[in-house]
């Protein structure tokens, strides 16, 4: 176990990678409401909201998102992340998601840590999950 990896932060990680997984679906069959596609219709609407900026700010940090700095609604940014994505080598897709879900994990926890420990808890989780 790895030492502050809190089960807050952790049900943070578990919403990043499901997000990140659906997205990874989302390159084989793209939808018209990719955030419908993306955001469990179950969650209350704080977190939904919470996450929705998440995203936003996630996508816009990673660098092939400046192709998509043009669209100003959430839905068409993604649609755009997503056709950046499927034109990317595989590995660098699932590299790409991967940082998309620790980016997703550091604002959903509050920044509360420095961005490496996301990265090292999501590739952590991601790993284990695999297995």
Same mark, same amino acid.
């Given at each position: 176990?790895?030492?502050?990896?809190?089960?807050?932060?952790?049900?943070?990680?578990?919403?990043?990678?499901?997000?990140?997984?659906?997205?990874?679906?989302?390159?084989?069959?793209?939808?018209?409401?990719?955030?419908?596609?993306?955001?469990?219709? !179950? /969650?209350?609407?704080? &977190?939904?909201? =919470? $996450?929705? @900026?998440? *995203?936003?700010?996630?996508?816009?940090?990673?660098?092939?998102?400046?192709?998509?700095?043009?669209?100003?609604?959430?839905?068409?940014?993604?649609?755009?992340?997503?056709?950046?994505?499927?034109?990317?080598?595989? !590995? /660098?897709?699932?590299? &790409?998601?991967? =940082? $998309?879900? @620790?980016? *997703?994990?550091?604002?959903?926890?509050?920044?509360?840590?420095?961005?490496?420990?996301?990265?090292?808890?999501?590739?952590?989780?991601?790993?284990?999950?695999?297995?």
């Amino acid at each position: 176990m790895l030492t502050g990896f809190d089960s807050f932060m952790d049900d943070h990680i578990d919403m990043a990678l499901k997000v990140t997984t659906a997205m990874k679906q989302l390159l084989s069959s793209p939808v018209t409401d990719i955030i419908t596609a993306l955001i469990p219709g !179950d /969650l209350d609407n704080i &977190l939904r909201d =919470k $996450l929705l @900026s998440a *995203l936003n700010k996630a996508v816009e940090a990673l660098s092939i998102a400046k192709h998509c700095k043009q669209h100003a609604a959430l839905n068409d940014k993604l649609k755009c992340f997503i056709e950046q994505l499927q034109i990317s080598d595989p !590995d /660098l897709q699932d590299a &790409l998601l991967l =940082k $998309l879900a @620790s980016l *997703l994990s550091g604002h959903l926890d509050g920044q509360r840590l420095r961005q490496s420990f996301y990265d090292l808890y999501t590739q952590a989780k991601y790993s284990t999950a695999k297995v």
